[in-house]
């Protein structure tokens, strides 16, 4: 495969990319991905994530967050935009408005749909999301005839279940 | 006071992780190995870059107990990485059970970085890396089902033990964004000579990558790919369940599975003789090399590997193939010579390595090929 950028090299470095929902991938020989400034060491690149970073400072600030530094972690912001990484439970609120429109274009939403967490104090609804997908999980077992799991996963909504 | 750890001695621990080289999953001619991993992290401790030693100590104590009460770890080690010896450190890495990020930079691994290994399964959970905790199942073959539901019951088990930080939007949460939500990162290993030399692998990977997959190469530098090994796994975590990721992935590489297996029996129909010449050189040169390097190696490797799943080299079992990808790394080879190896005299040890385990499977009578279907596999 040629290089997409100098049509000369080899596509040695295949870089996938999500902007806006859409997905692209180039190819692109040693020199061209040195010359975009991609490091093509081993290991998760996370130059697409600061590239959304990057991206996000031209969006219209909403709130004060963007000044703001965690009270728990004392990550800040910039410091968030140049490694792309959190310090804390407690950053995903303090950078919350940001983030959501980074994970809308990471994973093209905000809301998770998978497994619920239990806290040990739990309200009536986290307690009937769980049950619910437990629910769902006991019927996947069933039909997969996982019967050993399908029977694990009564045994646990038995124990939530009122009365 | 607190219980210091005794240096752990990995040949103390039951096979190590490396279940999945008996090839006894489905599809194991395509499919080497099969991973499931999810990202999870405590409440009231920092994590990732802001983590400090007390944070991960603090951490690593909860662990410490928390798998006492937890079925699935019933009786397994911790493995106090700071403590561990170099070598050992680096096993652990080629054997693909730790990250180079849990081994840190230059000054190595950060106190309170830990690996606990299941006696019992083929699970294993990095505690201390981006994450606090990050859970991992690895089985042979494809077998993406059953990696999850491992990797799904410890989560539940440690779960109850252990305050997780979850989010009722954003789910569980991690130190990457891209991480969080359902914090699954799946992946499959898998070889596809076919589709590298009919020149088709290009499109089936963008095909992928259209389908929210993403794929890297083994162990050469970024993307390149040694071997023609190809590590297929789900891109996004967030907005999806997790077993909807999962099958997804299923799907698309049993597509690939197709795609390959076709493109090897195009190999066979219209370029027998070149096929069968670059297998044939291969196994010559396994066979008889004097230095191999590890990159060497590993394309041999795929020609070999090749070659026993069209039945052109009976005899050559996938299990001792799958040997030759761990035993041959460096730190492997140090071990077996009780010594450290500079470059020239590890690519001896290792093409040495090479031979004694092909001469031991008996030798492949290259006259002797069957023309036409399968021959005997002895």
Known sequence: MVCDSCSQGEAVV?????VDNQMTTSHLCEQCAAAKGLDT????PNFALTDFLAQMGEAPEEDSSSEATCRY????????????????PHCYATFESHLKGLLRRIHGGTQHVGKVYLPSDPTASERAKRLEGLRRRLRRAVKSEDFERAAELRDLIRTMEPG | MKERDPMEDLTAVPDSGLSWLDA????AD???STRVRLARNLQGHAFGPRARVNDREAVLDQVRDAKTRVVPLDGSTVVNLQALDTRSRRILLERRLISRE?????????RGTALVLSGLQPLSVMVNE????????LLAGLRLQEAWSLVDRLDDELGQQLPYAFHHEFGFLTSCPTNVGTGVRASVLMHLPGLVLTKEIGKVLQGLTQVGLTFRGLYGEGSEVVGNFFQVSNQTTLGKSEEDLVDHLDKMVRRVIQFESHARQVLLRDARAVTEDKICRAYGLLRYARTLSFEELMNLLSGVRLGTSLKLLPGVRVYTLNKLMIFTQSAHLEQAAGQDLPTHEGDAHRAAYVRRMLAIEGDVDPENFASGAAGDVA
């Open chain 2, 24 to 27: 006894s999953g489905d599809h």
């Open chain 2, 30 to 32: 395509i499919v080497l």
């Open chain 1, 14 to 18: 295949h870089l996938t990319q999500i």
């Open chain 1, 73 to 88: 972690c004392g990550l800040t912001f910039a410091a968030f935009r140049e490694t792309g990484r959190l310090g804390c």
């Open chain 2, 130 to 137: 981006e994450d606090h905790l990050r859970l991992q199942s």
């Open chain 2, 102 to 110: 849990l081994l840190g930079d230059g000054s190595g691994p950060a």
């Open chain 1, 41 to 44: 060491a081993e290991g998760q």
